[in-house]
Structures are given as C-alpha cells and as structure tokens.
C-alpha cells in the first residue's frame, strides 16, 4: 500500500494507529510528511513562524519505533508513532528549551519534563517545540525568540497565548497532536481562536515538573488536539502521580476507573443539566463580541437538540470581584519563575536580569508588571495570602451555583471577543492585563474546563465555548465536549494551509 492511500490533514491517533497496520504509512514517512507540512506552510506560504525548531531526532525515534513494529507487530504504547508538537515551555535533554526567551534559545535541560517522559513511554515521537510569549506570559503570540505567530485562519490575527504555536500548529496539521501550558487559559484561548479542542485539568493531575511556572499551583500541561477522542487518548497518559511534584498526590482524588477514552458517549448531553453563565458573555453591542454571542447562541441551540437541559439565565455572583480578587499573576509570577531558575544551569539567573538586559518582548505588559511590581519573597506579603483563600472562596461560590441549581456542568464562550488583529495589539487596544478572557474563571477558582470548538463566525473565525466541571470531574467534562463535538462537527482545517500534493 502506497503512502498517498494515507490523508494527513485532519488525521487522529486512531487513524494513523490503523495506516500503520494496514501498512500504508511508516512513523518515518509521517514524521517526513509532517516536516514537508511544516517548510511549507510554518517556513514559507502564510509562514505562521508557530514551530521554534524541529526535533533532528524525529526521524531516528521513527525509525525505531518502526523496526519494534516490524519485530513484533505490536505498538509499544497508546502513541507508538505519533508525532506530538510540544510547548517549548517543557523542558527536553533532545534539544533546547527556550522558554520563549531569546536568552535561552541554547539552554539544554539535564532531564525531560515528566510530560515528555510520559509521551516518549507512550511511543511518542516529539516532533518539534512551538512558540510561546517569554515564560508564557501574555494571550497573544508574540515571544523574543522569534517573534510574531500568525492565525492560520486568518493570518493578519492573533492565534491566542501563551500555547500560541501549538494552538497555530495543531490547527494547521502541522502534527497529529500537541502540548500547551495552561495558567490562565493558555490551552483554551489558543484552541478558541484556532478551532482546536483544549483542555485544562483539575491543577495536580499532570505533572508540573520540568514545566516553567506561572503561579505554580494553577499551572498544569494539557492536550491540544483537532478532536476530542485525542484529547482523551493524551489524558490517559498525562495524567498521574508523580514523585517529583507533590501536588500530583491529588490524582488519589481522580474520579475515574480506567480509561477516559471510555468516557465518550455521544448521547452524554442528553438529560445533562448544563448552566449558561450570562454574566460571562460580552456586550453585543461591541462589534468584536457580538459575532461571538451569536455562535455560542447557535451552539446552545445544538445543545438543547442534544437533549440537554439548559438553566438561562445562570449569573455567577460578583463575578468580576472574585477574578480580581483571585488574580495573582503580578504577586506570585515573579517569584515562581526565579526558583524555577534558581533550580537549575542557566544562561540568565533572575527575570530582573531580562528586564534589565531587554532580553524580553515589548509587548508583553504582564511580563513588565511582575518585574517592576512582582515582590521576591511573599512570606510576609498579606495581599498574595487573601487572594490565595479568595480563589477557594471562589469556587465555593462557583459550586453554590452548581449545588442551587443541580448543575452538571457550566457553559460560556471561552473568550468574549473574536482573535485580535495584530494591529489592535501592537496599538494597545488590547493588553493581557485586561483582556476579556472567561479562562480565567476555572483557573483561579481551580476548576477543570474544556474548549471545544463552537463554529465560525460570518467573516470565518473560529469561536470557542467552554464547559467548566467541579474540580476532579474530568470525565464530565470530557462526555458534555464529545457529545457537542459529535452533534455539530465544527473543525475544519484552515484554508491557509491545504493539502501537499505528492
């Protein structure tokens, strides 16, 4: 059986597991082609500038993994093959890890991050490492090592942050599926703005170590896939505990038996009782966020033709009081990043030595707040302590609601505005510090969400709804996003980067 027999865009795990037993692809033949992908659309054509470098190993793990299949005709794990584009925020001893920074563009790792250890058991193949704003500090896609990442959708806009290269990538069939980070929403603003699904995990599920931090007990790697059954397929090798990150002791809370690939069921919307937060939409008469309210309207409608029972309206009380009071990116972000430093060789020591040096991108204004107003040491810092308890506040007020109304699960569109153009960030119309983002209700209330693509707006721009569960219910969460995705099929490939003819 000849390669061209294989359709590389929009391929899954599933897909490729069954090319390679039918012997229609190689791992090595896929790694090559996605590379091809990755010259002609990341390279040059639109040139979304979403991957930092290639893997030179890729080719030779292919190989390897092809020759145990030829011994044995067996896989030797769930993603024997699979070609996985990783956040360069995950540190790798395979090649350099830059963390966004130009000051690390030749920093080596002494040991993969567990994340990448996970995959490379599974029989993953890291293909390549993507770009990220510096220490994935922004919502947009603008990092000092290489600049600016495009929107495969509509190149003259922004593909979301931090994952932003991921997000682009992924979207763009440049690998099968990837790794983001996500602190604040950087898995789901990127899978909104890119029609990717992105998932973001109950904080200790997935291992932290080796991953830069944010505010270290919100972060947490997670899938960025083109379906959800993907998604799925990496949670069951993400999640886990490990040693080396004591808040993975909370996977002894998991709520799951077996496999979350076993948790789809198209029918998991029917009967569900799914809260439409209103109090997290934009105002419709702003011109950039009402092309959002009318697809997240469409999708609601899809919902309740699924059989799920909507409560309109649900209003999530002082809403904009808990995200300020629960924010502590600018208290906590500084001193998280130093230690990470601190623990390691590196070529620059403290994020005051970037500042300084201007070894970071000019756009990044939360980078800039946490250095200039970010304190070392918080011991004694009473404010980071209230936001800290304000955040469980937060979501008991969250679980209130759940518990008032008898909620499965809450619904609200992932972002309240359409991609910025670059040129509406470059003028400052929009900054991180400000940005309309609904992300940030399951972060700082340490929820799991997942983002789902939820259609296209009139002008052809992906729109993103968000379903958030109780903490540690990530099936859930997982069956509401399967059962919508199965009810609507809204991901399409971008038609910026079509199919290479062989």
Known sequence: MSTTEFQLEETTVDDIHRAFEAGAITSHELVQQYLERIEAYDKDGPALNSIILVNEQATTRADELDAK???????VGPLHGIPVLVKDALETTDMPTSF???????????????????????????????NLPDWATSWFGF???????KNPYATDRDPGGSSSGTGAAVAANLGAIGIGTDCGGSIRVPASFDNLVGFRVTPGLISREGVNPLVSHQDTAGPMTRTVRDTARLLDVLIGYDPDDPLTAVTELESIHGSYVDQLMPDALRDAHIGVVRNAFGDSENPNAAPVNDVIENALIAMRNSGANLIDPIELPNLDDHLAHTMLYVLQSKRDINGFLAQRDVPVETVDELYETDQYHELLDL?????????????????????????????QEILNVFAEHDLDALVYPDVQVIPPLESEIRE???????????????????????SVPAGFTDDGLPVGIEFLGRPYDEPTVLGFGYSFEQATHHRRAPETTPSLSK
């Open 100 to 130: 966004g920074s130009e000051a690390f563009a030749d920093y080596i790792a002494e040991h993969d991050a567990t994340v990448i250890r996970n995959l490379r058991e599974a029989g993953a193949v890291i293909l390549a490492k993507t």
């Open 367 to 395: 980078f800039i707040a946490f250095v200039e107003d970010g304190p070392d040491d918080l011991e004694n810092e009473v404010e980071y302590w209230r936001s800290r308890t304000a955040q469980y506040t937060f979501q």
């Open 143 to 149: 990092s000092s090592i290489t600049g600016r990442t």
């Open 69 to 75: 299949f030829d011994d044995t005709g067996e896989f």
């Open 428 to 450: 400052g119309k929009y900054e991180t510090m400000t940005f309309p983002t609904n992300t940030l209700i399951s972060s700082q209330s340490l929820c799991p969400a997942m």
